[in-house]
C-alpha cells in the first residue's frame, strides 16, 4: 500500500470506497486531537502551550488534506477539565495556538469540539457518544456522515465513527488494534502523512 510506515487495509471490498479516489471536497474530515494532531502525554494532559507539540507528519498531512476535504473539524475528549487539571480557557489558549499553526503550515481545521466531562458522567458529547459529530452537521449542514472520515488513534475514536455511520482511520505506530477490532477500522497508518499519501495515489 503506498503509504509511510505501517499500514492497515481491511479486508472486505465494502470498506474499500477511499481506495476508488471518490473522496472530494464533499467529504468531511473528522480529526482527534490527542496522538493524531499533537502527541500524548503519557498518563498526563497536554494542560498548557508547552505541554502541545505536533505529531510528526501532522501538519504536512493536515495541509494537504485540507486541499482534499471540503470541511475539517476536530472532536476530542478533554476530561482533564473534568478533574480540574485545566480550565476551558486553557484549552481555548491551546486550541488557538493549533489552529494558527495549522493555518500557517497551509493547513486548517475548520472547528473544534471538545467534551471537557469526567468518563463517568457517561456524557453524550463525549466519544464514543456520537454528541460532538452532531453538532458539527449542526453548525455544517453539508455534512454527510456516509461521506466522512474519522481518524483517531483509539477505539473509542473509531466506535464514534461506526455509529455515525462513517469510514475509520486509525492512526498509530501500533495497528494491532485495527486487527483485533477489524469492523471498527478501516485504514491504519503510522501518521496523518501517511493517510495523505494513500488518498493522493490511489
Not at 19 to 40: K, Q, Y
Not at 56 to 61: P, V
Not at 68 to 85: D, H, S
Not at 120 to 133: D, E, I, L, Q, W
Request: with cysteine.
Amino acid at each position: 500500500m503506498p503509504t509511510t510506515g505501517k499500514s492497515f487495509r481491511a479486508g472486505t471490498a465494502k470498506r474499500h470506497v477511499l481506495s476508488g479516489g471518490m473522496v472530494n471536497r464533499r467529504w468531511t474530515l473528522f480529526l482527534d486531537r490527542d496522538g493524531v494532531l499533537n502527541e500524548r502525554p503519557i498518563n498526563d494532559y497536554v494542560k498548557g502551550l508547552s505541554d502541545f507539540v505536533w505529531k510528526e507528519g501532522a501538519l504536512e498531512g493536515l495541509a494537504g488534506l485540507s486541499q482534499i476535504f471540503g470541511t475539517i473539524v476536530v472532536v476530542t475528549n478533554q476530561q482533564g477539565i473534568g478533574k480540574g487539571l485545566m480550565t476551558a480557557d486553557d484549552l481555548e489558549l491551546i486550541h488557538k495556538k493549533m489552529l494558527q499553526e495549522a493555518n500557517e503550515a497551509g493547513g486548517r481545521i475548520d472547528k473544534v469540539y471538545y467534551c471537557g466531562e469526567l468518563a463517568s458522567t457517561r456524557s453524550f458529547y463525549r466519544k464514543p457518544a456520537v454528541g460532538m459529530g452532531l453538532l458539527a452537521r449542526k453548525d455544517f449542514p453539508q455534512i454527510c456522515f456516509s461521506h466522512s472520515v474519522m481518524v483517531g488513534d483509539t477505539l473509542s475514536d473509531m466506535r464514534f465513527g461506526k455509529r455515525l455511520k462513517m469510514h475509520t482511520v486509525l492512526i498509530g505506530s501500533d495497528l494491532s488494534l485495527a486487527r483485533e477490532y477489524p469492523r471498527m477500522v478501516d485504514l491504519g497508518f503510522a501518521d496523518l502523512n501517511g493517510f495523505l499519501h494513500y488518498l493522493q495515489k490511489v
